[in-house]
């Protein structure tokens, strides 16, 4: 079989795989309804209750599992290429800990209890805020080794705010509210959470797909890309909004979930060949079918201590980090 018709089927198989997952992660959860009920009621329109947990309950966390590991899988490929470093992952730009901030500040303010949509507002003004920053310090013409430094002291900056935060709560119980927040979920989120976050992570997508050539150009150099006709600075601002964008929406909805960026798009590049560009597609589908089936495991584990989603994703991701860090000290020797 040719690359090209391996690539294909690998794509066909993520694809597969992410249905069926997303289709568990609506049959499963602790009502114990029937296949057919549950998939009956998807579609009803009397409002029964069995329609409501479908519709309102497990729906919604579904949608969001898929579009927060796509996003988060996407994004890290996207990093990765550009920076052309198998160890960059989205957080790298300050975008998640700078949208945890925001969402910290509507809690420790009190306007997360009087508006609940305060919380992820709040949270992509974060984000917003953090690329703003990033590309300040950067620069237009920015270095890949600059925008990291940059990423680096903006995510510093905002973490140290979180931690001020939530050193000066008002109370234990907005604290202990502030630290399971930024342990990452999706339990108990709506379509509403879903219709203000997926737009954004939608044009990010766009922006990220956009420079998927020039991705495969710059495994060439810098200077053989832009030969090429790629210009750099506006592929540059299009990994960096488009992740921020789309990161920024993810982490508003659902918390800081992490690794996931970072441990997709190194276990598929050997799958898609030295091709940037397809390690973009199946990286995303990689990612919604890795985040699914991290929260069908939350659910099953441990279904009434609710185990945080970022906590599984952290206890898988960081040995395989620390294994990736040797590997690469294996390969400079």
Do not use: C
């Not at 925001?102 to 992509?124: D, E, H, Q």
């Not at 737009?199 to 495969?216: E, H, K, N, T």
Request: hydrophobic share 60%; glycine share 10%.
């Amino acid at each position: 079989m040719t690359e090209r018709g391996r690539f294909f089927l690998l794509m066909a198989l993520l694809t597969g795989l992410v249905v069926v997952l997303f289709v568990a992660s609506l049959l499963i959860g602790p009502a114990g309804l029937g296949i057919s009920a549950s998939l009956s009621a998807l579609f009803a329109a009397d409002g029964d209750v069995v329609a409501i947990v479908m519709q309102e309950i497990r729906l919604p966390r579904a949608i969001l599992g898929a579009a927060i590991g796509a996003t988060l899988g996407l994004s890290g490929a996207a990093m990765q290429g550009y920076l052309r470093n198998p160890l960059a992952e989205p957080g790298l730009l300050g975008v998640s800990a700078s949208a945890s901030l925001g969402a910290v500040m509507a809690i420790y303010t009190g306007l997360s209890s009087s508006f609940p949509l305060a919380l992820p507002l709040m949270a992509l003004g974060g984000a917003l805020v953090a690329v703003v920053f990033v590309r300040l310090l950067a620069g237009e013409s920015a270095t890949p080794i600059s925008l990291i430094l940059a990423g680096v002291a903006v995510s510093s900056l905002a973490g140290a705010l979180t931690s001020l935060v939530l050193n000066l709560s008002p109370n234990p119980f907005a604290a202990l509210e502030i630290v399971f927040w930024m342990l990452g979920s999706l339990k108990d989120r709506s379509m509403t959470h879903v219709w203000l976050s997926l737009p954004f992570m939608v044009v990010g997508w766009i922006m990220l797909a956009q420079v998927a050539r020039a991705l495969d150009a710059l495994t060439l150099g810098e200077v053989t890309a832009a030969s090429l006709g790629f210009k750099l600075s506006r592929v540059q601002a299009l990994v960096v909004l488009g992740t921020a964008a789309s990161v920024g929406a993810a982490t508003a909805v659902a918390g800081a979930i992490g690794f996931i960026g970072l441990i997709v798009p190194h276990v598929l590049r050997p799958l898609v060949g030295s091709h940037p560009s397809r390690l973009l597609g199946a990286s995303a589908l990689g990612g919604a079918a890795v985040l699914l089936a991290a929260d069908i495991a939350v659910r099953v584990i441990a279904p009434e201590r609710d185990l945080k989603l970022g906590v599984l994703t952290a206890l898988v991701g960081a040995p395989f980090f620390l294994w990736l860090i040797f590997k690469t000290r294996r390969e400079m020797i």
